[in-house]
Nanobody
Framework: AVEVMESGGGSVQAGGSLRLTCVAS????????MGWFRRVGTKEREGVAT???????VYADSVKGRFTISLDDTRKILYLQLPHLQLEDTAMYYC?????????????????????WGRGTQVSVSS
């Protein structure tokens, strides 16, 4: 089974930066997709960015040009670089993963289709 675990969240002031890390296990197939999602309280989950094992990535409009998703395919570690953090970036950030190719980007908006999820890491931005 595919399992993922996030780390790297924390409390920072607006303008600060963080790097989130997601370690995956069970990605035994060479093609797979991973993504970052976030949720504020009980609000609907929001897609942040997805990446496939071929290196292609897509971003939500809300973070495009600010956040960077990257993947260490050898070690199966996913990263999300969060520079210039804003108050509205405060959320629980979740990592997700699934096997196969050509589906992850289509799942950016809802996350539906990702079978494996982590427990999340909290990012809190203050003024």
């Amino acid at each position: 089974a595919v399992e993922v675990m996030e780390s790297g969240g924390g409390s920072v002031q607006a303008g600060g930066s963080l790097r989130l890390t997601c370690v995956a296990s069970g990605l035994t197939y060479p093609r797979y997709g991973m993504g970052w999602f976030r949720r504020v309280g009980t609000k609907e989950r929001e897609g942040v960015a997805t990446i496939e094992s071929d290196g292609s990535s897509v971003y939500a409009d809300s973070v495009k040009g600010r956040f960077t998703i990257s993947l260490d395919d050898t070690r199966k570690i996913l990263y999300l670089q969060l520079p210039h953090l804003q108050l509205e970036d405060t959320a629980m950030y979740y990592c997700a993963a699934g096997l196969g190719a050509g589906w992850a980007h289509a799942a950016l908006q809802s996350g539906i289709g990702f079978p494996s999820w982590g427990r999340g890491t909290q990012v809190s931005v203050s003024s």
